[in-house]
């Protein structure tokens, strides 16, 4: 045993450096506190972080203060640690603007205010095109590139379904470094929903017999849309040739069959040249759609207007003209697309 003396002697020296270390203690939590709350330095006026799913909270410190956070690593990886929310941090891409505190960085992350872009697809559009506009959008990961139309759809579920036609046209918002897939999938899904939406509001007696055919009846009423008010119109003209077993005979379907070749020049060789889509050389609806339909244009093509029209033709204003009869028609072409007054008589 130590002397009583040693202990009293020890004691004496211990008390003051346990004091000067709950001291020290006391200023380091103070300047941790103070820390917390105070705006960090960023290298730039905003700071872009894409934090990937598996991120250990160490990576996550290391990725913020590489990307311009200008702080100790370790003193942000302390900090999630200590906070009891290191396990809670979500994957996306964020924004640190200037200003932010440490408490707000973990705050965002806990929640997953993930930064978000938005990509526009537009009713007509070929997926093709949309392929194309998803390609270019901000942020937006490429896992689609390199695969083919087919293979998409696997990667969707639909194996086998043609994808045409098979996404609605919206505005999607989006976390940055989400995959174009995901984009995909959420429109692709919004189609089932509007078009079983629609299907379920149809009349009796259409001659369609399946939610896919209106669909591909909906891509054509798109195409052939000038003004939005025709739209029931021409469903009702392309709806009457299907229940008279009549040709289609729109030029929007043999465009589509055409593909690539075409140059934006419509020819009667085209017109006789037999594909899949062209309506004029097959009658009834043609095997796929070809564009990405909207609401109006599947609701139009369940619900046509109670005509008996089997002709429309441009005004030459976005608006049609419609006829019950070749002759009525033919009129009408002569007066808006040849110039011809319905009075003239030809010589």
């Known amino acids: 045993m130590y002397p009583t003396s040693f202990v009293r002697q020890a004691g004496g020296v211990l008390r003051p450096l346990l004091g000067l270390l709950a001291i020290a203690l006391l200023g380091a939590a103070a300047s941790v506190a103070w820390w917390l709350h105070q705006p960090l330095s960023l290298r730039t006026p905003v700071v872009d972080v894409s934090i990937e799913t598996g991120s250990t909270p160490r990576d996550v410190a290391r ?19 200590v906070s009891g929310q290191s396990r809670q941090l979500k994957a996306g891409s964020y924004e640190l603007s200037a200003g932010a505190t440490p408490r707000d960085l973990l705050r965002m992350m806990v929640r997953g205010d993930a930064s978000l872009a938005t990509v526009r697809l537009i009713e007509g559009w070929t997926f093709k095109r949309f392929r194309a506009e998803l390609a270019q959008a901000e942020g937006l990961k490429a896992d689609t590139a390199g695969l083919s139309d087919a293979e998409i759809m696997a990667r969707l579920g639909l194996q086998g379904v043609p994808a045409e036609g098979h996404f609605f046209p919206d505005t999607y918002s989006y976390a940055k470094g989400s ?119 599947l609701l139009a093509a369940v619900n046509p207007a109670p005509s008996k029209a089997l002709y429309f033709v441009a005004r030459g204003d976005g608006s049609s003209a419609f006829s019950t009869t070749l002759a009525e028609h033919n009129r009408a072409v002569n007066l808006y697309q040849r110039g011809v007054s319905n009075a003239r008589k030809s010589p």
């Open 63 to 81: 990725e913020w203060v590489d990307a311009g956070v200008e702080t100790s690593p370790w003193l942000l990886y302390q900090w999630f640690r």
């Open 179 to 297: 995959s174009d897939l995901a984009v995909m999938k959420r429109a692709m899904q919004a189609m089932v929903k509007q078009l079983d939406a629609a299907w379920a509001q149809r009349q009796s007696n259409l001659p369609l017999s399946t939610p896919q055919d209106a669909l591909v009846l909906a891509s054509i009423v798109e195409k052939e849309t000038g003004q939005e008010s025709d739209r029931p119109l021409i469903a009702a003209v392309f709806t009457n040739r299907l229940r008279i077993g009549m040709p289609l005979q729109t030029d929007p379907t043999v465009i589509y069959g055409v593909g690539d070749a075409f140059d934006g020049n419509l020819r009667k060789s085209h017109l006789q040249t037999d594909t899949p889509w062209n309506t004029y050389t097959r009658r009834g609806l043609p095997p796929t759609p070809i564009a990405m339909p909207g609401k109006a244009a």
